[in-house]
């Protein structure tokens, strides 16, 4: 039976149009006017006069609207399409549908409903023994997600930047250091793929945005799952060699920093550890782009670990670590059908807000504390101007719990959070260098 | 007003089915100019295809017309594929230009096109891009949607379904109540 709310929508529309099948085996539509009867589900259409009698044919009936904007184009689509048998009883016809359905793009938007679409589009590409198509340039940055590298670059800097404050700088070694950061998180990332493809996590998810739910590189049928995997192997095992040759060189805490960060990384989604699935994820990922990589940075340049440095470590880390607590709010739903535990759902709704806003509260505490007892240079505080985007954060977060696209901004938002602190951090250190402080 | 008679060989039925005049033509280009308008300026048509049920299913599709050739064009993202099997399995289709919001002209008229439709996907990934120029001036936005094709890459695998008509019915001042003015394509 047809539900009740489609005919309660249509009765919203003002074009509806009916179709039947002419003696020619063609379509045949023309424009009618019609009555909808939610409680009888029964739809009353006014015979056109140019039309010739096509009581007990099978027919569609659809109603349409687009909004036409000033400049070109439309927005505000949706229809509503009904199918059954029509009855000439009298002076209408009349409808009782048999099958209904609808689409509204305020109610579905058009994304979320063409990734609803996903596998019946490979299906057809398939079938024609096609793979789509996307530039190189946007299949590398896609499958390695190249924008969230910026996570790894700046704490690498920070970390050279504080041993450089301690008296040490070698450009060759903070080049290979970088290098090798990023070989190990564009590993994490495709790893991260392959393996919550396997786990179903992303393929259920018909509301990634740009920043969660995965690259889609395997959903899409980009690259296949082993490709993926291929990669993964690829990037780790290039970290590794200049790990291992950092190592050498430089000592066996390098080794450590590394076996740790590689516990951390792979065993983010891969089984057995799988610490994203049991509400690990985040420290896990706190833990490896905060006191990892600054401290692995530092201890590169100078052999020697510091509590400058691993304080610093800790509101960087935190703050990657908030990235990937803002992003998991969209994939809440998703994830817990998948059985994914994050900390994002194991919390209740009403608490996610405040979860942000005590360990946004941290990050800035340890900074201001740290300036003040001059552990940080003074100038350091420079990071606290962007309070601001932090509530803002929050207010877009608390303002937008259940809907994946309005958490878009939030997202955005975190990472200039992110990147703005770290950068005013690291400004704040060049400043003293230069000042004096 | 003629009453055009029409007598179904299988069933034996007879309906007289009434329309205003009947005229022949070789393509849409033969239309009066304010039918063509409707092609050239409607924003959206109610595309129809056949099941293989006999079901008429239709959706609602840009129509993009080429007033030089007098070709009618619809695309299809492999997304929405289901229309793209049942015109392979039977092409006969029909667009129909009724929308009031969408057909922009005046005096309001309405349009229906039957034919056979055929679908072209000899280059899925580009070959659609053709049809550019005449999706411009429809959406004038649809380069930025373009340029942004790694956000959703399936939705850029398009099919194009070329409309070749064989019957067009024109209402006069837009009124379905009248009889319409019939033109065959041949």
């Known amino acids: 039976m047809v539900e009740k709310v489609l005919f309660e929508k249509a009765a919203t529309y003002t074009d509806a149009a009916l179709t039947f099948v002419d003696d020619d085996g063609y379509p045949y539509s023309v424009p009618v006017e019609c009555e909808t009867d939610p409680t009888k589900r029964v739809l009353k259409i006014t015979k056109p006069k140019s039309l010739a009698s096509v009581g007990g044919k099978e027919v569609g009936i659809i109603f349409n609207h687009i909004t036409p904007l000033p400049v070109g184009g439309y927005t505000d689509r949706r229809y509503l399409v009904f199918w059954g048998k029509l009855e000439d009883r009298g002076e209408k016809f009349t409808l009782e549908p048999t099958k209904g359905f609808t689409w509204d793009e305020k109610e579905v938007p058009f994304f979320q409903y063409s990734e609803m679409k996903v596998s019946r ?8 023994s096609e793979k789509p198509w996307l530039s190189t340039r946007w299949l590398v940055i896609r499958t390695f997600r190249l924008p969230f590298v910026i996570a790894t670059i700046l704490p690498v800097i920070l970390g050279t930047v504080i041993a450089y404050r301690s008296g040490f700088f070698n450009l060759l070694l903070f080049g290979l250091t970088l290098v090798a950061a990023l070989l190990i998180h564009l590993g994490v990332n495709t790893a991260n793929d392959y393996f919550d493809s396997r786990a179903g996590t992303d393929d259920i998810n018909t509301t990634p945005t740009p920043f969660s739910g995965g690259s889609r590189i395997i959903q899409y049928g980009l690259l296949p799952p082993s490709a993926v ?37 792979y065993g983010y989604t891969a089984p057995p550890l799988k610490w994203a699935y049991r509400g690990l994820g985040e420290a896990a990922v706190g833990i490896g782009f905060g006191p990892l990589l600054v401290l692995g940075a530092y201890f590169v340049q100078t052999q020697s670990f510091s509590l400058e440095a691993l304080l610093g470590s800790i509101p960087v880390g935190m703050l990657v670590m908030l990235i990937l607590y803002v992003n998991e709010v969209p994939d809440r739903t998703w994830d817990d059908e998948a059985g994914k535990k994050t900390l994002v759902a194991l919390m209740r709704e009403d608490s996610v807000v405040t979860g942000f806003l005590i360990s946004v509260g941290v990050v800035y505490a340890i900074i201001l504390i740290g300036a003040i007892t001059k552990i940080f240079p003074l100038s ?3 990071a606290l101007l962007t309070v601001p985007v932090a509530l803002k954060v929050g207010r877009t977060i608390k303002g937008n719990l259940g809907n994946p696209y309005g958490l878009i901004p939030a997202m955005s ?14 400004a704040g250190y060049l400043v003293s260098f230069l000042i004096h402080f | 007003m003629l009453a055009h008679y029409h007598y179904n060989q299988r069933s034996g039925s007879c309906r007289q089915v009434l329309v205003l005049s009947t005229t022949d033509l070789h393509s849409l280009q033969e239309l009066p100019i ?3 308008e409707v092609l050239e300026s409607a924003l959206v048509c109610e595309f129809t295809v056949v099941s293989p049920s006999g079901r008429p299913i239709t959706h609602p599709l840009l129509p993009l017309y080429d007033s030089q050739d007098g070709r009618l064009f619809v695309t299809s993202s492999v997304l929405f594929s289901k229309k793209l099997d049942h015109i392979k399995q039977n092409p006969k289709v029909s ?18 096109v039957q034919g056979n439709a055929k679908v072209a996907e000899e280059d899925i990934h580009h070959g659609w891009e053709r049809l550019l120029p005449l999706w411009r001036k429809k959406e004038p936005y649809i380069d930025s949607f373009v340029k942004m094709r790694y956000a959703l890459p399936l939705f850029w695998e398009r099919s194009v379904m070329e409309l070749s008509p064989t019957k067009v019915y024109s209402w006069p001042k837009g009124d379905a109540n009248q009889p319409p003015e019939v033109y065959r394509v041949k």
């Open chain 1, 121 to 128: 589009g490979k299906k057809y590409l398939d079938e024609l």
């Open chain 1, 229 to 265: 995997l291929s990669l993964s192997t690829a990037s780790y095992a290039s970290g590794i060699l200049i790990g291992l040759y950092l190592t050498i060189t430089r000592g066996l805490p390098v080794l450590l920093i590394g076996l740790v960060g590689l516990l951390i990384s």
């Open chain 1, 380 to 382: 350091a505080i420079l």
């Open chain 1, 413 to 426: 938002l975190m990472v200039k959070l992110f990147v703005y602190t770290t950068l005013l951090l690291i």
């Open chain 2, 34 to 36: 304010e039918s063509r």
């Open chain 2, 95 to 112: 667009a129909l230009f009724s929308h009031r919001a969408g057909i922009r002209v005046s005096p309001y008229r309405i349009l229906l």
